[in-house]
């Protein structure tokens, strides 16, 4: 089984939108617009992005973007920080890890998985 798309509200669609294009390479497929965006992975996963007001995550919520290599986390991490966002250095966990708050209200994790 398969998961194969999801549905996440956000403070801003607009903002999300480019911060998921910038960092993971999801590719919108949606017009243009303020309140609604539909993104894709390489794997065809679908991401829509909702407009919301004082949308607010549950603390540990959060969704992933495993990585092929530890250069990979690396290359993000370091691209992120120098992008001015609040990022600590991956550690290792139950991979090569590290999370960020992303613009829309909910926390991103990239990570290289152990054994993979």
Do not use: W
Not at 35 to 45: S, T
Not at 59 to 87: A, C, M, W
């Amino acid at each position: 089984m398969k998961l194969s798309h999801l549905n996440l509200t956000v403070n801003d669609v607009d903002t999300t939108r480019a911060f998921l294009e910038t960092y993971f390479h999801m590719k919108c497929v949606s017009p243009s617009g303020k309140g609604f965006a539909v993104m894709y992975d390489d794997d065809q996963f679908v991401l829509t992005l909702m407009q919301g007001k004082d949308v607010q995550y549950p603390k540990t919520f959060h969704i992933g973007f495993p990585q092929e290599s530890r250069e990979d986390v690396d290359y993000i991490n370091q691209r992120l920080k120098e992008d001015g966002y609040q990022v600590g250095s991956p550690i290792e966990s139950h991979g090569y890890t590290f999370y960020v708050r992303a613009p829309g209200g909910f926390t991103v994790e990239v990570i290289k998985r152990k054994g993979k």
